[in-house]
Structures are given as C-alpha cells and as structure tokens.
C-alpha cells in the first residue's frame, strides 16, 4: 500500500444514464488518500455530492465524518476512496467512502479491509452520485486489487436492495467476483403516503391512542406543557447541556454509554450539532413541561431522507411515556413534501420506535472477494466458516432481493 496516496487513470468512458441526460466521461479518476492528508479543498465537492448522493449517508457527510475522525480512535492506515469525474478538485466528486484494515474478522484473527464506522454511525452505505454506482464499486475494487490490501472487502451497513446494493452485486456478478451478504437486520423506518394523523391511526390501535392521550392530558394539569421544534442555532449549546445532561441521568449514564459520559463522544455530539446546523440540516425537538425537558430529540436531514439520531427522556416521567409523545409529534415529518423518509437509527426489534412506525428498512454486511489467490483462499476460507457456524447456531440471514417478486 502506498502511504502516500494512491491514483489511478480510468481507461475508457464512462456512461451516466438519467432520467434526463446522458453524462460521458472520458477520465474518471481513483484516489486513495490517507486520512490524515484531507483539507479544506476537498470540502465543496464533497458537500455537492451529498446534496447529489444517489443513497442520503448523514454518517459519511463532511460534519459528521470530519469530528468522528478528529474524535476517535482511528488505524494508522485509514484511507478516504474519493472517485472523481476527472482531475480531482477540477471535476465532480462522485463517490466518497473511508477504508482501512482490520486485524479481528469476529472470532478469526484475519487481515481484511472495511469501510470505517464508529459506536454512534448507523449506517455505512458510501455517499456515491445518481447513475455512477456502478462504476464507482468498479474503481474501488481495482484500487483495492492493485494494491497490498490484505484478505477481503468487508461493507457494513449497507442498505439491502438499494441502489448501491444493487449495483455492487452487478459488477460482483459481472466480474466474477464472489459478493455475500453474511448478516442483515430489519429497522424502523418512517415512510408513507398518509398525513400523519392518519399515519398514527393506522399504526396505533386505539386503546393505545387512548392512554396516550389520557397521559398528555395529565401532563398538562401539572404544569405549562410545551412542544417545540427548533431547526435554527438558537440556544444550541445550552439546548446540548441538557441533553448530555438527562440522557446521563437516564439508563445510558448508569450503563456508561451516554455521550456525556466521555469526552470524545461529547465534544463528537457538540461539533455534529453545530456543523448540521450549519448546513441547515439540524432538526430539534423537546417536551417541557414548565421549562423542563421531559424528552429531547435530535433528527438530521439529508437530500430527500432524514435520519432519527438520538433521543432521551426524564426517567422520573416515564409512567407518561415522553419519548413516545415526542415521537407521535415527530410523524408530522410525513407530511413534509421534500422528506421522503426517515430513517429510525434504532436496533432491530426496538420496543418503542416498532410499535409506532410501520416501514422497516434492511441494513446488511456484506464480505466481499478480493482477486489474488492467497486473498481468494482466504475469503472462501473464513466463508465457509461462517456458513458453517451460521448452520450449527441455526441462523438465517434474511436477504429482501431475494425474496422480492
């Protein structure tokens, strides 16, 4: 691997299908640059093509990803895949992903390569333009062949069945590269057609509607009940404070694993939030009850797509279900016309979130194979490996592209 950074000339052009041009490119270029050597130039490019990203991936935008970076631990040999139209910071940027080596594949002590992510990013799908997915896994997997990176190519958080899953399978396909999706996981997902009165009654049996609204009532005699919705920096820092400050009062603070627990996941939160903010990209919303917060939520948006980030509530008011009420006002996303989704950012099965939001959205890991013979031997080695404990344990990986009419 070259520590200095690595490029690559495309050799022949390049065909962007849209519903409305078609875009020829004649020299698209592959960068592999270490993490440590990103600046400043890079930045307008990279906000274009998230506003232009064929899949939103808040977790890989320049506000999110750049604090993440500075924050936490990270392998000296952390590389940023940057696909570019042609000569880089001279042409479009049209695709981005963070890669770097593993020493640890689960239980096998095994040198691979994976896209990076850290305990607060939910997904990992790369930040690729409309009509290049193709191409881009095409230049990230010559980059990654050409070079001494070890064993396998390892994406995690990838959304099944999108477009970019879709087109990495092609090309896998295409090539004759073997591409398996080892793990999967079904979340809440925000998405519909119907205002969101409708939305609630058609998802919450009315039993439920009716406790809830009993509990808001109750509320309500105790005090000035008040729901807010901030999209502007006002009051952010101190609005921060007390977030870090009841989510560490709450279960997350007795387990260690709220934000403000550490000081890198909460100068992390601070920057994310401020930066969002920036790009006008920050939703907040809070239940007070006499100026008190009784629940608080974070949501980012991206392009089309918005993303449910983090949440807390007052423990002491949990026989009032906060969190839930905030998240009914919270259905109001639906209807905004340029929001098409919302993206829950919860565990599978997640008590709350599951039982208001009907849509589940698929997020995969997906190994795949890497051309040499030692790196092939390898992969089909801990492949089968895998299926082999998969068996015994009795798992099943559930893959929608398959299941899809």
């Not at 190994?367 to 895998?386: D, V």
Request: proline share 4%; with cysteine.
């Amino acid at each position: 691997m070259d520590a200095g950074g690595l490029q690559t000339q495309g050799d022949e052009t390049l065909h962007c299908e849209t519903s409305d041009r078609v875009c020829l490119i004649s020299s698209a270029t592959a960068e592999l640059l270490p993490i440590t050597s990103i600046d400043e130039l890079l930045i307008p490019s990279w906000q274009k093509l998230a506003k232009n990203a064929v899949e939103p991936n808040i977790f890989y935008e320049n506000w999110m990803l750049e604090p993440a970076l500075k924050h936490f631990s990270i392998h000296p040999e952390l590389h940023l895949f940057l696909f570019w139209a042609g000569v880089p910071h001279k042409s479009d940027l049209l695709g981005l992903l963070p890669v770097g080596p593993s020493r640890q594949f689960g239980r096998w002590p095994v040198p691979f390569v994976q896209n990076w992510a850290h305990h607060n990013s939910f997904l990992g799908t790369p930040l690729v333009r409309r009509g290049f997915e193709n191409q881009f896994w095409t230049a990230l997997f010559k980059v990654l062949d050409d070079q001494n990176w070890p064993g396998f190519l390892h994406i995690r958080g990838l959304t099944v069945g999108g477009p970019l899953d879709q087109a990495l399978r092609s090309e896998c396909t295409r090539q004759s590269r073997r591409c398996d999706l080892v793990h999967s996981e079904a979340r809440a997902l925000l998405q519909g057609d119907m205002d969101a009165e409708s939305y609630y009654t058609a998802n919450v049996r009315g039993k439920k509607r009716k406790e809830l609204r009993r509990q808001v009532k109750r509320l309500g005699e105790m005090g000035d009940l008040q729901f807010a919705h901030h999209r502007d920096d006002s009051d952010l820092n101190s609005w921060i404070d007390e977030f870090l400050r009841l989510e560490r009062r709450g279960w997350k603070g007795r387990n260690g694993s709220a934000l403000d627990c550490a000081d890198d996941t909460r100068r992390f939160f601070r920057e994310t939030l401020f930066g969002a903010t920036s790009s006008g990209q920050l939703e907040r919303h809070d239940i007070r009850l006499d100026g008190k917060p009784l629940a608080m939520l974070v949501n980012f948006l991206s392009s089309r797509g918005s993303f449910s980030f983090k949440t807390t509530f007052d423990e002491d008011y949990a026989r009032f279900s906060p969190g839930v009420l905030l998240q009914i006002e919270n259905l109001n996303i639906l209807e905004r016309h340029e929001i098409e989704w919302m993206d829950s950012c919860a565990a599978e099965d997640h008590p709350m979130i599951d039982s208001l939001w009907s849509g589940r959205r698929h997020i995969g890991r997906f190994s795949i194979e890497l051309k040499g013979l030692s790196r092939t031997a390898m992969f089909r080695s801990i492949r089968l490996g895998e299926d082999l404990m998969a068996h015994l344990k009795g798992r099943e990986i559930v893959d929608i592209m398959q299941v899809q009419p």
